[in-house]
């Protein structure tokens, strides 16, 4: 059974997953198309960091980024070798209650075009596209969702 609880980004274990997740995004796509946070930004207090353990292990990371207006998912990730065990669906539900809880009344992402299987996820969760938000601009590598809580 996966387990997900709030975790620090220093964790030698989760910042390996971490830093495969950025050089995962790196392989995919141009620096200026990658938009996940650093280490030392997931720490800060605007950020709700989770990480998803299975038998004991962390497998999987995510993340809310809290402004007065929405939350937007970070640092979705899950190990390759750990995929199969819903990681990613119960790190997508916690930050989906977490935001209702904070009493945010929507939730968005960026992701990038070509990652099917997390475009999948977040449709199955009722998020739809949407236009960018924030600071972020149009870009032909990025696919921007929102869904209400």
């Known amino acids: 059974m996966v387990i997900i609880k709030p975790a620090d980004p220093r964790d030698a ?3 390996d997953l971490l830093r495969q997740s950025h050089a995962l995004m790196l392989s995919l796509f141009s620096t200026d198309d990658c938009h996940f946070l650093d280490i030392d ?10 990480a998803a ?3 004991d292990t962390a497998i999987g990371t995510g993340a809310i980024k809290i402004t007065p207006d929405y939350a937007e998912v970070k640092s979705m990730f899950t190990d390759p070798k750990q995929r199969g065990f819903g990681a990613a669906q119960a790190i997508l539900s916690k930050l989906i209650d977490t935001s209702k809880h904070l009493g945010l009344s929507e939730i968005k992402l960026e992701t990038g075009v070509g990652l099917d299987a997390a475009h999948a996820l977040y449709a199955k969760n009722g998020f739809e596209i949407c236009g960018p938000f924030g600071d972020y601009k149009a870009s032909a590598a990025s696919v921007f969702m929102r869904r209400t809580v």
């Open 13 to 15: 274990h989760i910042t």
């Open 53 to 55: 353990y299975f038998n």
């Open 41 to 50: 930004t997931l720490c800060r207090d605007d950020i709700k960091f989770f």
